[in-house]
């Protein structure tokens, strides 16, 4: 008998709500009731949850954070920086889901902590697709770590 994989703790920092539909469903579609998805529409609610401030304060650690660059309050560079200082949140791999394609915001990110770029298609069916196989690979291929 294989063992069941434990459920997965997604992050999601997203503040189009059409693209936060889309992001959430996909992840579903691909792993169903193996994840747990919660969404912060800015930057400083996802930072917060991560700290576990605030209304957030129970929060568990998310096992993946999924974080677009340009957000309200504080963007996803500012994020990437204040988590890569702090080494219990440097650990938890960030998947930037950007509408940028500048080779700037790409190098930055990177730069910044991000352990993986992708870049947003155009079209919402496009997203469901394109984030249908960042699902697939960070679910299935990828072996996440704990947190801490």
Do not use: C
């Not at 200082?85 to 960030?94: K, S």
């Not at 991000?114 to 298609?121: E, F, Q």
């Not at 496009?126 to 072996?143: C, I, K, P, S």
């Amino acid at each position: 008998m294989t063992p069941t994989k434990p459920r997965a703790r997604i992050l999601l920092a997203e503040d189009n709500e059409d693209h936060a539909f889309f992001t959430a469903r996909a992840f579903q579609d691909v792993h169903g009731d193996g994840i747990d998805m919660t969404t912060v529409t800015d930057g400083e609610q996802l930072l917060d949850f991560l700290h576990q401030r605030g209304e957030f304060v129970d929060a568990p650690r998310p096992h993946l954070v999924v974080l677009d660059l340009r957000m309200p309050k504080k963007g996803g560079l500012d994020v990437l920086e204040e988590m890569s200082e702090d080494t219990t949140l440097a650990r938890i791999p960030v998947v930037v889901l950007s509408s940028s394609d500048r080779p700037e915001d790409i190098s930055a990110s990177y730069a910044g902590g991000a352990n993986s770029y992708v870049t947003k298609p155009a079209a919402l069916a496009g997203l469901r697709e394109g984030v249908g196989q960042l699902a697939r690979y960070w679910m299935d291929v990828a072996t996440l770590p704990e947190p801490a």
